[in-house]
């Protein structure tokens, strides 16, 4: 079932009477804009994909081996039993 030329009229016709030509007017303004904001920003998202990206730097001390560090740190346990 596909619609035909008279029955694209009705329903421009039906919507017009119902909205009103200046409220039309309206919305395909707002729409435009809204195309115009949208491929706007698909530009600066392809522009900025051409920059570096930031380098993440480390930690400012320097880390040691995990069998250094394990060494180094005394269990809670022990710290405890201490007391």
Excluded: C, Y
Excluded at 2 to 22: D, K
Excluded at 33 to 54: A, C, N, V
């Amino acid at each position: 079932m596909s619609l035909g030329p008279w029955q694209l009229i009705i329903i421009a016709l039906v919507i017009l009477v119902l909205f009103g030509r200046g409220r039309i007017s309206e919305m395909m303004g707002d729409f435009g804009k809204g195309i115009k904001s949208f491929k706007e920003g698909m530009t600066e998202e392809d522009g900025s994909t051409s920059k570096p990206s930031p380098r993440i730097e480390g930690p400012a001390h320097e880390a040691k081996p995990a069998s250094e560090a394990a060494s180094d740190a005394k269990p809670a346990e022990s710290r405890d039993s201490n007391r």
